[in-house]
């Protein structure tokens, strides 16, 4: 089982959810997604297909991925960058090959940054030439929040350990989870509460059969914050 999930980094809050067989491959899901046009879409190497990544291009939206090892290409341009922001280079290239030419006709733009905390060089191409080459950069690293949401799902809604076998029971349990990861991320949103968004949680699992407003049950958060916080936990929002 796979569950293949577009993540809005704005609010942290799935905008598709496709859940499949372990033998769809990543990348086959980009054919069922719809492309909002001037949106900035981050994603993995494993979404590296570039007649795909050229339909992103044709919806007037951008993309920001990473590139493969066995990368061909050719420089047309270089354009200065600082090196002292870890910066190595900005380039604009074209694929080299005939079917790579034929799938991506345009010009791509190719960065070169080196992470000091991880000492790697990294690779990211985008269809994006007006953003600041460190932005690129930075945007990459905020995909890092969909690692960190499946992470979320797995460890406080106990989504491991399922009451059914069948293709229904199994996709209706996963959507339950993803249903409660969502509320809870709007009343947080709404109440415009700063606690985690797993404090939020335990306190309403708490009280689910009281009568009493959500606003009213939140609001002894602060009380409690302490000793949800020293649970061995992750804290997604903070």
């Given at each position: 089982?796979?569950?293949?999930?577009?993540?809005?980094?704005?609010?942290?809050?799935?905008?598709?959810?496709?859940?499949?067989?372990?033998?769809?491959?990543?990348?086959?899901?980009?054919?069922?997604?719809?492309?909002?046009?001037?949106?900035?879409?981050?994603?993995?190497?494993?979404?590296?297909?570039?007649?795909?990544?050229?339909?992103?291009?044709?919806?007037?939206?951008?993309?920001?991925?990473?590139?493969?090892?066995?990368?061909?290409?050719?420089?047309?341009?270089?354009?200065?960058?600082?090196?002292?922001?870890?910066?190595?280079?900005?380039?604009?290239?074209?694929?080299?090959?005939?079917?790579?030419?034929?799938?991506?006709?345009?010009?791509?733009?190719?960065?070169?940054?080196?992470?000091?905390?991880?000492?790697?060089?990294?690779?990211?191409?985008?269809?994006?030439?007006?953003?600041?080459?460190?932005?690129?950069?930075?945007?990459?690293?905020?995909?890092?929040?969909?690692?960190?949401?499946?992470?979320?799902?797995?460890?406080?809604?106990?989504?491991?350990?399922?009451?059914g076998t069948s293709d229904n029971a199994v996709k209706t349990q996963?959507?339950?989870?993803?249903?409660?990861?969502?509320?809870?991320?709007?009343?947080?949103?709404?109440l415009r509460l700063n606690h985690s968004l797993y404090s939020v949680?335990?306190?309403?699992?708490?009280?689910?059969?009281?009568?009493?407003?959500?606003?009213?049950?939140?609001?002894?958060?602060?009380?409690?914050?302490?000793?949800?916080?020293?649970?061995?936990?992750?804290?997604?929002?903070?």
């Amino acid at each position: 089982m796979k569950l293949h999930t577009l993540l809005d980094l704005r609010a942290s809050i799935p905008t598709a959810v496709i859940v499949t067989t372990g033998a769809v491959h990543d990348v086959n899901i980009m054919d069922e997604l719809f492309w909002e046009p001037g949106s900035i879409y981050m994603m993995d190497r494993g979404y590296v297909d570039f007649s795909r990544l050229f339909r992103i291009h044709q919806d007037s939206a951008f993309f920001v991925t990473r590139a493969k090892k066995n990368f061909r290409f050719q420089r047309l341009y270089s354009h200065p960058v600082d090196k002292a922001t870890g910066l190595r280079c900005d380039q604009t290239v074209s694929l080299c090959g005939f079917y790579a030419q034929k799938d991506y006709p345009e010009k791509l733009r190719r960065v070169r940054y080196f992470d000091q905390q991880t000492k790697k060089a990294l690779v990211f191409l985008t269809n994006n030439f007006a953003l600041p080459p460190l932005t690129i950069a930075q945007l990459y690293r905020c995909r890092w929040q969909v690692e960190l949401f499946f992470k979320w799902i797995k460890q406080h809604l106990r989504i491991k350990a399922f009451y059914g076998t069948s293709d229904n029971a199994v996709k209706t349990q996963i959507w339950i989870a993803i249903s409660i990861y969502v509320l809870v991320a709007i009343v947080k949103k709404r109440l415009r509460l700063n606690h985690s968004l797993y404090s939020v949680l335990q306190i309403l699992s708490v009280t689910v059969l009281e009568k009493t407003p959500i606003s009213q049950v939140l609001s002894q958060l602060d009380e409690s914050e302490k000793t949800l916080d020293d649970c061995n936990q992750l804290i997604l929002f903070n």
